[in-house]
């Protein structure tokens, strides 16, 4: 095996506790690797101003391959006010570090996949015309385009005469906002192009090939959005004519899709949007599948760079307690995204089929398959610790 060089980057909270567990279990199960140390998150904002410092853009330009755990981001007057006090009133911004990430790697393309594990109590159950219940499988891969759309960054408060000037020509606009007064209007661009869009479609199309799934759902809002969302289905639909024979192409609505989750998730396996649909698409069938502890992530483009995370956030309220009592399982199966993206596939195989002995298993639960609330007595009442979790994943090794 080569030995690789990847980019840990353990960010915020608990980021730093579920990324050095992640190293263990791939030390365990034979990767062969060297982890270099990426400063990333809210430290380095406070401390320095910039919260994905060069230093880290460097590493990642050269090794290409990195591990993230989670990041702290706060509203921008929180931001400002929790900088050094020598670094105050500069004119520094605040900008999400895994944002400006995927838009400096060009890392268009995100994988996030929502599987059940047999035996999870934290997956989604229903009733039967019956009255008993049962329990679909999930399994879905969302494709969410990465750089562009509501995330793009174009935004303005007290827009500039340019901006104001040339939306006004634009009727709708003059209708509607042009009588407010310049400084209480707030604007954010929805941007996709074709290009980035025919990736993530491609990308999608791949998928449902190579794994025999007889269509792809494009999940946008055509009939409103109907520049953005109706290029992306139309585009769609030329994509499967001309290149993908026997691939269907499904569409729906994002506010119906949430509520068609609840109630036939099974029946949907891949999944692409743009990009603040393809998060919030994400999240919800995360939790058809036990939650964020289960929510991994993978990111990847033109440049190269690849980087894969879990998607929960760094939950600054469990970071300093002393035993910690998070599911790792999220980065665990980001973890493996990345072996299957090196091709390291019989490794990642490996540490799948560990997770999903010990969660059917059931003797080794964290308090979120416990359904407990979180706090620093779950362990003293039966949960797992982090540490208690890896340790049953490493045994099943």
Not at 91 to 105: A, C, D, E, H, N
Not at 312 to 332: E, L, Q, R, W
Not at 343 to 361: F, L, M, N, P
């Amino acid at each position: 095996m080569e030995k690789r060089t990847i980019v840990a980057m353990p960010g915020d909270g608990i980021g730093k506790v579920v990324l050095e567990e992640c190293i263990r279990l791939l030390d365990a199960a034979g990767f062969n690797a060297e982890y270099v140390h990426g400063d990333i998150g809210w430290d380095f904002w406070c401390k320095e101003g910039n919260p994905l410092p060069d230093r880290t853009i460097e590493l990642l330009e050269k090794h290409k391959i990195g591990l993230f755990g989670a990041i702290t981001s706060k509203p921008k007057d929180k931001a400002a006010a929790e900088l050094a006090p020598e670094l105050q009133n500069k004119g520094l911004v605040y900008y999400s570090p895994i944002v400006t990430m995927r838009q400096k790697f060009k890392m268009d393309i995100c994988k996030r996949p929502c599987k059940t594990f047999l035996g999870n109590p934290l997956n989604f159950i229903r009733r039967t015309a019956d009255g008993n219940f049962e329990e679909p499988a999930v399994d879905c891969m969302i494709f969410r385009q990465n750089t562009e759309g509501l995330y793009c960054g174009i935004e303005w408060s007290n827009a500039p005469d340019t901006i104001w000037n040339a939306l006004l020509t634009h009727k709708n606009f003059a209708n509607n906002f042009a009588s407010h007064p310049r400084d209480e209007v707030f604007i954010s661009s929805r941007i996709l192009t074709k290009k980035y869009t025919e990736r993530i479609l491609r990308a999608a199309f791949d998928y449902a090939k190579e794994n025999g799934h007889k269509g792809i759902t494009v999940c946008e809002k055509p009939n409103v959005i109907r520049e953005t969302s109706g290029m992306m289905l139309k585009l769609a639909q030329d994509i499967a004519k001309k290149d993908y024979p026997g691939i269907a192409v499904w569409d729906t609505n994002i506010d119906a899709q949430m509520m068609w989750l609840t109630k036939n998730p099974e029946t949907y396996n891949v999944i692409v949007a743009s990009n603040m649909f393809g998060d919030i698409l994400s999240d919800g069938f995360a939790g058809l599948v036990g939650g964020l502890g289960f929510a991994s992530s993978a990111q990847f483009g033109e440049s190269g760079v690849a980087v894969f995370e879990p998607t929960h956030g760094s939950a600054p309220k469990y970071a300093d307690y002393k035993t910690s009592i998070v599911n790792p399982i999220a980065m665990f199966l980001s973890a493996c995204m990345m072996l299957d993206y090196i091709g390291e596939k019989e490794i990642s195989q490996r540490i799948q089929k560990a997770i999903a002995a010990v969660v059917e298993e059931g003797k080794v639960r964290t308090y979120d398959m416990m359904k407990m609330r979180g706090s620093e007595d779950t362990v003293k009442n039966g949960a797992a610790s982090t540490t208690q979790m890896t340790d049953a994943v490493i045994a099943k090794l």
